[in-house]
């Protein structure tokens, strides 16, 4: 029988930053491979780079799925600290973006840059899950012409992004 704590719990966050940086906090990263046309070659040349560099993302929650249902808002508790991440599928994506509830958590958030950056490039990706992009960024802009009808200024620059 499983219990409550048993239950997988899927979360759902967007990326907002991705940084390279060298595990040696005096050495800076230098870009290595020119001339090379893969990433692979350049790490068959540079061996060494796997045991010197290290990449961070930073990324927002914006959801999760829990047995049978799929919710829009923070899951009960953060990801396991060895969690797995995984890029989602454009069938998931789509299933996900069916509700925009997610947006408000967005619109809310405080980062280090532009969060309506971010709100811009979740939706256009978002798109390429429907067979019609440009219905689904139309229901976007209503979405967010709701969340955004007191700061028109910030509503403009979010759907002049969403081209």
Known sequence: MKTREDIVCEIYAIVCNVETHSLDPGR?????????????????????????????????????RQGNGLYHYLPPKPAPI???????????????????????????????????EVIAACLRYASRAYPDSEAFLIKAGREMARLLSSDVQRLNSVLKRLR
């Open 28 to 64: 800076r990263v230098v870009a290595r491979g020119e001339g090379m046309e893969t990433e692979e070659e350049i790490f068959r040349a540079n061996p060494q780079l796997a045991k010197l560099l290290a990449t961070d993302f930073k990324a927002l929650v914006v959801g999760h």
């Open 82 to 116: 060895h969690g797995f991440v995984y890029v989602c599928q454009l069938e998931e994506v789509e299933l996900f973006a069916q509700s925009l509830d997610f947006l408000s958590l967005l619109v809310d958030a405080r980062l280090s840059i532009s969060v309506d």
